[in-house]
């Protein structure tokens, strides 16, 4: 396994590691595009810069980590790009991360960027999440971004644990999601 930049020819086996990793969000197809644009499209269409991907011998994609080192852009895109349709496919999901993104502007001064660790199952528990979370704190460090912030809903305890096991702190609960905190 070895670590590299996202490029644009693993959208689509980032896109299936957001689904197969998708645990605790509701069914539906609104829900599943909704569950792309808050831990994929997002980053890789519009923060591709700080994005990482874990390959297998055959450089397939089998795990990433997604940031959006900048917090206001990651709410002005996500507010213009998404918006719309989410409110009219997943209304709840849109008003949720609408209110939380408010809330975490309070702390972008400490905890700026935001970020999303992604491994497919048959490959969690085996050190890439570590291993993509290292490279992603060595890529925001030469930045000079002092803290990330991770979002993930509460009942994704494979993730919720991951976290907390990285020594990430849970910041608060929000509606369904825990926000997870860490100095870089």
């Known amino acids: 396994m070895k670590i590299r930049k996202y490029e644009t020819r693993d959208k689509a086996a980032c896109r299936r590691i957001c689904s197969e990793c998708a645990t605790g969000l509701k069914e539906g197809e609104g829900y599943r595009e909704a569950s792309f644009a808050l831990y994929c499209d997002l980053y890789t269409d519009y923060e591709s810069g700080s994005c990482f991907v874990a390959v297998n011998d055959y450089d397939e994609p089998v795990g ?9 852009r990651y709410n002005e895109t996500f507010k213009s790009v998404y918006g719309k349709k989410l409110m009219l496919t997943a209304p709840d999901v849109w008003l949720t991360q609408t209110l939380i993104a408010k ?21 969690q528990r085996m050190g890439i999440g570590g291993a993509l979370r290292a490279k992603l704190a060595e890529y925001l460090a030469a930045e000079g971004v002092k803290g990330v912030v991770a979002l993930c809903p509460a009942k994704n ?7 907390e096991k990285s020594g990430f702190v849970e910041y608060k609960k929000l509606y369904g999601y825990k926000v997870y905190t860490s100095a870089i």
Not at 64 to 72: G, H, L
Not at 110 to 119: D, F, Q, S, T
Request: glycine share 8%.
């Open 157 to 163: 305890v494979r993730a919720t644990g991951f976290f």
């Open 64 to 72: 990433y980590a997604f940031c959006a080192p900048d917090p206001v």
């Open 103 to 123: 809330k975490l502007l309070k702390i972008a001064g400490e905890y700026p960027a935001r970020i999303v660790l992604n491994v497919l199952p048959a490959g």
